[in-house]
């Protein structure tokens, strides 16, 4: 388990995806339809600190890849349980346990968690470091997942009831 550095500090996290097809195409409308409802949610969930929101800050919004059919999100959090309430208690696990029809498999890490101080917004630059880091390298303080994660449990339900045929 990778525990804060000290007790005020909250728990940051990127994901990356690539979508199946074109933002536009009818093959993703329904997940890019729910985007906005989704992450409003998210601002709305107890625990919720920041997002990064394309469009507040140009200097912030460097893509993450020059493929238009790659979505980035990034958030803070003041710890585990409020993110896994979001992750896995609200309706964003319905588009989770769906991501298969919407994203192709990435060959590379496209979650990863670290602890920041409170007041931290994530610069997307040591965000994609952080994919690439613990991609190389496996889990460490600078970058890990729902394993390492103290007290994160949902994680593990969530995966043994897709694996269970329906």
Known sequence: ???????????????????TADPASPVVAEFMAALDRINGLSERMEGFVWRHVFGLDPDRDARTSDDPRVIYNASVWQGAAALERFVWDTVHVQFYRRRAEWFDALGAMHLAMWWVPPGTEIDP????????????????ERAFGWAELPGATRWRAVRRDEAVPA
């Open 125 to 140: 630059k040591d965000a994609r470091a952080r994919l690439a880091h613990i991609g190389a390298h496996g889990p460490s």
């Open 1 to 19: 388990m990778i525990h804060p550095p000290a007790p005020d500090w909250q728990l940051a996290e990127v994901n990356v995806a690539r979508l």
